[in-house]
């Protein structure tokens, strides 16, 4: 549906003959490649952002009002995705207003700025919702403003640093060798090498820049949202996946001024090898390629294998939960240490490392103390991931419970080095 609406985009807006170009640019794209196989939220996010600027330049061609209403509520959708989403209302509402500006009548601009804020209150929802369970709208984030239950200042900080080790610098130069870093050096913006992106910005950016030949309002306002996109993630967090709503406009609005110039048509084929070079690259290589995924899941998805056996064979934390299931009773509440993945456990559980709340993120004087301090708060297990587990702070404390029996083995082991444990903790 991404690929489909970056189609649509380019064709209906920037050049009709230049879409499977722009499908292709994005499509290739390791990491977008990648995350189809997964539970992040981003190809979602660059999907409804991709439709509110649609949407957009709908309502601004034929000026009804169902399109502005659409793209407020494409631009909601991508605030109800993820609260990084919610930057595609605000950026597209400000390209809106400065494009009505233009027009003078200020009248209509309010109007049309109401209508568009009436159509992203679809995500309403999901904001008060966190503002009733946590007190912050935004939770966890500005923590300094609203707050939030179970969180502090310290965890807030160590939260934001662990946000921003992701990147190659955060001043003006690393900015403008953001497009270069990132090609290059993609390992620096994730937790894990492998990902990468391709040529997308370096191709992309001085398309954009060189190319705008008419400078109509259209492509001047398309390339200013893609700017504004890198600049709200650069002064957040350098991680590249997040990008991927700035790849899907970008693909869209370089193809298309590739297609502009009819001129241009060596340079239009040397794109094609590119980017169908770079897709090529993404599906046969790399510790992620797609091929080697798609493989190891096509039994699942055929049937030949059980969705057990396949859980069992992928997720190594699986087996224990399974076990958990079956035999904790019904009111067990489970912390979970050096792990977070929690979908398949259904039992009451809380990510219990140091820094993800405040019930876990202080000081234990030992570990007698630590296990008493688990009982007051009403925890009867311990699931752990030894290969994830730190090994100083509460990590050292859990290894040590352990260690000397205050955490007793529920699930049974396999091999003398167990990878997960689930455990008892003792009276």
């Known amino acids: 549906l991404m690929v489909l609406s970056v ?31 997964t539970a992040y939220i981003d190809l979602a ?49 400000f390209w809106l207003l400065v494009d009505l500006l233009l027009d003078k009548d200020k009248k209509q601009t309010w109007k049309a700025i109401g209508l568009f804020i009436a159509g992203a209150m679809v995500c309403l929802p999901w904001y008060v919702k966190s503002i009733i369970f946590t007190g912050n709208p935004v939770y966890p984030f500005l923590f300094s403003i609203f707050g939030g239950k179970d969180w502090n200042a310290e965890i807030a900080a160590g939260y934001s640093a ?3 080790r992701f990147g190659m610098g955060h001043g003006i130069l690393d900015l403008i060798r953001m497009p270069y870093n990132i090609t290059l050096y993609p390992e620096r913006f994730y937790d894990a090498p492998g990902f990468f992106i391709g040529p997308i910005l370096l191709i992309g950016i001085p398309t954009m820049l060189i ?62 090898i590119v980017f169908v070079a770079v897709a090529i690259f993404g599906l046969s290589t790399g510790p992620y390629n797609i091929s080697t995924l798609a493989s190891a899941r096509y039994p699942v998805i055929s049937g030949e294998e059980s969705q057990t056996d396949y859980l069992n064979r992928k997720l190594d934390i699986y087996r224990a939960q399974d076990y958990a299931n079956r035999n904790l009773p019904a009111n067990a509440k489970v912390a979970l ?36 301090y688990l009982k007051s708060q009403g925890f009867t297990h311990a699931l752990i991931n030894f290969a994830i587990l730190a090994n100083e702070g509460q990590g050292a404390l859990v290894r040590d419970a352990v260690s000397r029996g205050l955490f007793i083995e529920e699930y049974p082991q396999l091999g003398a080095q167990p990878r997960v444990g689930l455990y008892r903790i003792a009276e």
């Open 211 to 272: 190319l705008i030949k008419s400078r109509t309002r259209k492509t001047l306002g398309l390339a200013a949202f893609i700017i504004a996109q890198i600049f709200v993630w650069f002064i957040l967090t350098h991680q590249s996946r997040y990008l991927i709503p700035t790849f899907a406009i970008m693909a869209a609005l370089s193809s298309g001024l590739i297609y502009q110039m009819s001129s241009l048509r060596s340079l239009k084929i040397s794109l094609w």
């Open 45 to 93: 996010t660059a999907l409804y952002t991709v439709l509110a600027v649609d949407m957009l330049l709908d309502y601004r061609e034929t000026g009804k009002k169902s399109a502005l209403l659409a793209s407020g509520a494409m631009a909601g959708f991508a605030a109800s995705t993820k609260i990084l989403g919610a930057v595609t209302v605000i950026l597209v509402g």
């Open 337 to 372: 240490f050096g792990e977070t993945r929690g979908f398949y456990l259904h039992r009451n559980f809380v990510w219990a490392d140091w820094g993800h709340n405040i019930i876990f993120s202080q000081k234990f004087t030992s570990t007698e103390d630590f296990i008493k």
């Open 7 to 37: 189609i649509r985009l380019t064709r209906k807006h920037i050049n009709p003959k230049a879409g499977y170009l722009a499908a292709f640019a994005i499509a290739g794209i390791h990491i977008v490649m990648w995350e189809a196989t």
């Open 162 to 164: 662990s946000q921003s």
